[in-house]
């Protein structure tokens, strides 16, 4: 059995990685190579960390990894491969939900901390080639961003766009961006330079291939990777039985005019049959129609195919 074929964007490995107490020092790391705070992160508490026994049992995929700094800052940070028209919508969602879950009934608004969103994305969401973006509240004519608003901030990855060669791979996000890429094509025993010299990026290898190693954590990785290859297909599939259906209903809505501009309102009937017939059938009906004199006509040429 492979150990360095693992991909940490798969939800279980993610959580599994930046998401357990044991290695809460990873978290650190990636969130400071997006954030770049000053001073850094030193601490955080996991609100929701990574536990086997219960993603195994549980009916529900927690998607997100949330945590709180020494600080006070509470952070929402996600991966997400799959593309996803609405995920701006999700994000806010997602944001705004933790921001505001930090309130019980009757608790005052100063109880509110900082919340900021990091969302690791698989695919191209925004138009130009920028990897990461930030954004916060501002006034739209001073581009003045008050402290009293800086309360919410969210924070996009763009993975797929992330292309720097070895050399020019100088920063914590530039390295922590290649291993969610290449993972699975480094060896912990061997790795370049540019990565050999950060520790948490070097534990985090380790780490997924110790997971790799691990029968039981193995087999959910397996799981979720089959589940997201049956939802691919079957997502294809319905995005094929879409554009058949469109094109049928496009090329009955032809036949149709084209046969009540020439034989004038079309029976109930004959609309009814039209319906059942392939976009193939309903080409060749639309061909024969010029030759036709009347609906008598098409009534035949419909007994006959």
């Given at each position: 059995?492979?150990?360095?074929?693992?991909?940490?964007?798969i939800?279980?490995?993610?959580?599994?990685?930046?998401?357990?107490?044991?290695?809460?020092?990873?978290?650190?790391?990636?969130?400071?190579?997006?954030?770049d705070?000053?001073?850094?992160?030193?601490?955080?508490?996991i609100?929701?960390?990574?536990?086997?026994?219960?993603?195994?049992?549980?009916?529900?995929?927690?998607l997100?990894?949330?945590?709180v700094d020494?600080?006070?800052?509470w952070?929402?940070?996600?991966?997400?491969?799959?593309a996803?028209?609405?995920?701006?919508?999700?994000a806010?969602?997602?944001?705004?939900k933790?921001?505001?879950?930090?309130l019980?009934?009757?608790?005052s608004?100063?109880?509110?901390?900082?919340?900021?969103g990091?969302?690791?994305?698989?695919f191209n969401?925004?138009?130009?080639?920028?990897?990461?973006?930030?954004?916060?509240?501002?006034?739209?004519?001073?581009?003045?961003a008050?402290?009293?608003?800086?309360?919410?901030?969210?924070?996009?990855?763009?993975?797929?766009?992330f292309?720097?060669d070895?050399?020019?791979?100088?920063?914590?996000l530039?390295?922590?961006?290649?291993?969610?890429?290449?993972a699975r094509d480094?060896?912990?025993?061997?790795?370049?330079?540019?990565?050999?010299?950060?520790?948490?990026?070097?534990?985090?290898?380790?780490e997924?291939?110790?997971?790799?190693?691990?029968?039981?954590?193995r087999?959910?990785?397996?799981?979720?990777?089959?589940?997201?290859?049956?939802?691919?297909i079957?997502?294809?599939?319905?995005?094929?039985?879409?554009?058949?259906?469109?094109?049928?209903?496009?090329m009955q809505?032809?036949?149709?005019?084209?046969?009540?501009?020439?034989?004038?309102?079309?029976?109930?009937?004959?609309s009814?049959?039209?319906?059942?017939?392939?976009?193939?059938?309903?080409?060749?009906?639309?061909?024969?129609?010029?030759?036709?004199?009347?609906?008598?006509?098409?009534?035949?040429?419909?007994?006959?195919?």
């Amino acid at each position: 059995m492979s150990a360095d074929k693992l991909n940490p964007k798969i939800d279980f490995v993610f959580r599994r990685l930046f998401g357990s107490e044991e290695n809460k020092d990873l978290l650190i790391s990636l969130i400071n190579s997006v954030v770049d705070p000053s001073p850094h992160i030193v601490d955080v508490t996991i609100k929701n960390p990574f536990n086997l026994a219960d993603y195994r049992g549980s009916k529900e995929s927690i998607l997100d990894i949330k945590a709180v700094d020494q600080n006070g800052i509470w952070y929402d940070v996600e991966m997400q491969v799959e593309a996803h028209v609405l995920y701006g919508r999700r994000a806010i969602y997602y944001l705004s939900k933790t921001y505001a879950d930090q309130l019980e009934s009757g608790d005052s608004y100063s109880k509110l901390n900082t919340t900021i969103g990091i969302h690791f994305l698989d695919f191209n969401y925004f138009d130009d080639d920028r990897v990461l973006r930030r954004f916060v509240f501002k006034d739209t004519e001073t581009d003045e961003a008050p402290e009293a608003l800086g309360c919410i901030q969210l924070y996009f990855v763009e993975m797929a766009k992330f292309n720097k060669d070895w050399p020019e791979i100088r920063t914590a996000l530039d390295r922590w961006t290649t291993f969610l890429n290449k993972a699975r094509d480094l060896n912990s025993t061997s790795l370049p330079e540019q990565m050999a010299d950060d520790p948490a990026v070097v534990k985090a290898l380790a780490e997924l291939e110790r997971i790799g190693l691990n029968p039981e954590e193995r087999e959910i990785y397996e799981g979720e990777v089959k589940k997201r290859m049956i939802d691919a297909i079957q997502l294809k599939s319905a995005e094929e039985r879409g554009m058949q259906q469109g094109m049928q209903q496009g090329m009955q809505h032809l036949v149709l005019r084209q046969m009540s501009h020439r034989f004038g309102e079309v029976p109930e009937r004959l609309s009814a049959r039209l319906q059942n017939l392939s976009t193939e059938v309903l080409d060749d009906l639309g061909l024969e129609l010029f030759q036709f004199k009347s609906y008598a006509d098409v009534e035949r040429w419909l007994t006959r195919h």
